[in-house]
């Protein structure tokens, strides 16, 4: 009996602190959706202009993170699979540099490092994100790393340091 009525006692204790964490964590949810993604999407949406010469000026995340970005001057945003390879990948790029700038602010922000992140862009898309990317580097350590001697190239006579 007495066994049993502890167990019942864990068993109720259990689940209220289940119930505390979910509660918890329904509010954490809450939170980043009011406050993180607006700026998420207001940032991102600044990127991707940005990295298309102005061709999309907008982007949306989901709650399902699914990237939309809308074109200039139309109304409707295009889910990432209606876009081309190098505009989805120009899409994620944006949403990736805009969350790196609200989750790691700060006076001294830590080092931005990608590998390979230009593969997918054509040449003049990669010219559009190496100019993006040089902006950031007046505040942010950038590391690119990649196998292709496009971006060497394209970045000859730029304030870089370009390593073999």
Request: charged fraction near 25%; aromatic fraction near 4%.
């Amino acid at each position: 009996m007495a066994l049993r009525l502890g167990l019942r006692r864990r068993g109720a204790t259990l689940r209220s602190r289940c119930a505390a964490a979910l509660e918890s964590l329904k509010n954490a949810d809450s939170l980043l959706r009011e406050r993180f993604s607006p700026a998420v999407n207001e940032k991102a949406g600044i990127y991707l202009s940005a990295l298309t010469g102005g061709k999309y000026d907008a982007v949306t995340l989901t709650r399902q993170f699914q990237a939309l970005a809308k074109e200039a001057g139309e109304t409707a945003p295009h889910p990432d699979l209606a876009l081309s390879g190098g505009a989805s990948q120009q899409l994620y790029l944006a949403v990736r540099l805009a969350m790196c700038d609200l989750a790691l602010p700060g006076a001294d922000p830590c080092p931005l490092l990608l590998d390979d992140t230009l593969d997918a862009f054509d040449d003049h898309r990669a010219k559009l994100a190496l100019d993006c990317l040089l902006k950031l580097a007046e505040h942010r350590q950038v590391l690119l790393f990649t196998c292709h001697t496009r971006e060497k190239k394209m970045l000859e006579g730029q304030p870089v340091t370009i390593i073999k």
